[in-house]
């Protein structure tokens, strides 16, 4: 099995100061011509499943990809990023926010194939900042179900998440610990990692790969 994992386009988050970030931000211009090329890219890899967190700049970036490609995206909550849907500058004072709702997400992008968990009360529901080693443990969780659906079929799947999640998801794939031992480097947006997985075991193949992006598109 082959895994592109891929960050998100640039948000509008991405290119303000901390004490000015919303909580669900969308694509900045610039962002959504990033989210063009990568769909363009995709096309070409053929993938065969598609997997995307429900935050709204995961959601347009995944949009074009799905155009591309004619997959149909799949929501998976916990691929979001670490801490969850939150308003505020800093974790001493953030507020749980819903996220999207299910009928924000059907109107906005489609028919999209949406776990039951995403509901009127969005997918977040306004729960509390997620911890560091929270986060850790659900990348154990999600590396698990990647291996478990796919470990042993070559079934090529594009995963687009976060920046800050995609790394710790990496280090659980490949039974590293994360916290304490942070080795992967920043990541670009769009960036993908490419690894395979089997019931051998899994091999990182790229990590910041950002070909499909000329210079003045790259963004971290």
């Known amino acids: 099995m082959t895994v592109l994992l891929i960050r998100h386009a640039q948000s509008v988050n991405n290119s303000l100061p901390e004490e000015q970030r919303s909580d669900d931000p969308g694509l900045t211009e610039l962002g959504r011509d990033q989210a063009r090329r990568l769909a363009a890219r995709l096309a070409e890899w053929q993938p065969e499943r598609l997997l995307t967190s429900a935050f709204r700049r995961t959601l347009e970036t ?16 916990d ?3 670490q801490g969850g849907c939150q308003a505020g500058p800093s974790p001493e004072v953030y507020q749980g926010c819903p996220g999207m709702t299910r009928d924000e997400i059907v109107s906005e992008f489609g028919d999209w194939t949406l776990p ?3 509901d009127q009360d969005g997918w977040w529901k306004c729960r509390r900042w997620e911890r560091p080693d ?25 995963v687009i998440t976060h920046g800050m999640f995609k ?37 990182l193949e790229s990590y910041n790969d950002t070909g499909h992006l000329s210079p003045e598109l790259l963004t971290g």
């Open 62 to 77: 995944t949009s074009p990809v799905a155009q591309a490609t004619g997959l149909t995206p799949e929501l998976v909550v």
């Open 79 to 81: 691929l979001h990023e």
């Open 116 to 118: 039951d968990s995403i």
């Open 134 to 158: 929270e986060a850790e443990e659900r990348a154990r969780l999600v590396a698990g179900e990647l291996v478990e659906q796919f470990g042993d079929v070559s079934t090529r799947v594009a």
């Open 167 to 203: 790394p710790i998801l990496i280090s659980a794939l490949l039974g590293r610990p994360f916290i304490g031992n942070e080795w992967l480097g920043d990541l670009h947006n769009t960036s993908v990692a490419q690894l395979q997985l089997s019931a051998a075991g899994v091999v």
